[in-house]
């Protein structure tokens, strides 16, 4: 089956810096990648998701990159606000199936004042 | 636009106690529902899908069961709950199409002490 990892687990900035959390996957055949965002205590909530026909798409200050050739795939969020701050989880999905979405462990962002 | 329900929030029960935590989505026909686990701290673990009523496959097994009386219910259960039980718990809905974007409930902060 799929494999995700996701790096780094925890990650601090600086607001107004910028954020980078990179995700790697196991199968090739894996075609549809989105991002959750999950504050504490609260529901995860899709922020950005891709598909393996296009290599980056941006939404405001978030951006999704992929490197299918390396099976590798990345968030970025720009000019960092203390509301970012949240747990960021990556997924993979062969066949662009729900039933078929495989989470990485999460990151923890935390952006300081 | 589509919602889903999930209830209650919160949930204390004692080891060797039932569970019954309820779904339902508004909005939408015949969607595809889901029940996640996540542990403290941790991922996010697939624990049952239906695809329609009556229809339940489990990823993992376990001591809970899934059932879908109507459409667009979706209900997780226990017989008697364990410690390892503890959790949130988070229903889940998506529709069949291309990159089959997957949306959560609130969740439910189960604690089995």
């Known amino acids: 089956g799929e494999n995700v990892e996701q790096h780094p687990s925890t990650l601090s900035v600086q607001e107004g810096d910028s954020a980078v959390i990179k995700c790697t996957y196991s199968?090739?055949?894996?075609?549809?990648f989105p991002w959750y965002k999950q504050e504490l205590g609260k529901r995860p909530q899709l922020i950005i998701d891709i598909r393996s026909n296009v290599g980056e798409k941006k939404d405001q200050r978030i951006a999704v990159t992929l490197n299918k050739t390396a099976k590798h795939f990345s968030l970025h969020i720009t000019e960092t606000q203390p509301e970012d701050s949240a747990v960021y989880f990556c997924?993979?999905?062969?066949?662009?199936?729900?039933?078929?979405?495989?989470f990485g462990s999460g990151t923890q962002l935390t952006v300081l004042p | 636009s589509q919602t889903i329900h999930q209830w209650p929030a919160t949930l204390v029960q004692p080891v060797g106690s039932p569970l019954s935590l309820e779904c339902t989505v508004e909005g939408t026909s015949n969607p595809n529902l889901y029940w996640y686990r996540q542990a403290a701290g941790r991922g996010l673990q697939l624990l049952f899908y239906s695809v329609g009523i009556g229809q339940i496959s489990s990823e993992v097994p376990q001591n809970l069961s899934a059932s879908r009386p109507q459409d667009r219910q979706f209900i997780l259960s226990s017989k008697k709950l364990l410690l390892s039980d503890s959790g949130f718990y988070l229903c889940?809905?998506?529709?069949?199409?291309?990159?089959?974007?997957?949306?959560f409930g609130s969740g439910t902060q189960l604690s089995v002490l």
């Open positions: 889940a809905w998506s529709v069949w199409g291309i990159d089959e974007k997957l949306f």
């Open positions: 997924a993979a999905s062969i066949g662009g199936s729900a039933r078929q979405l495989t």
């Open positions: 199968d090739s055949a894996s075609n549809y």
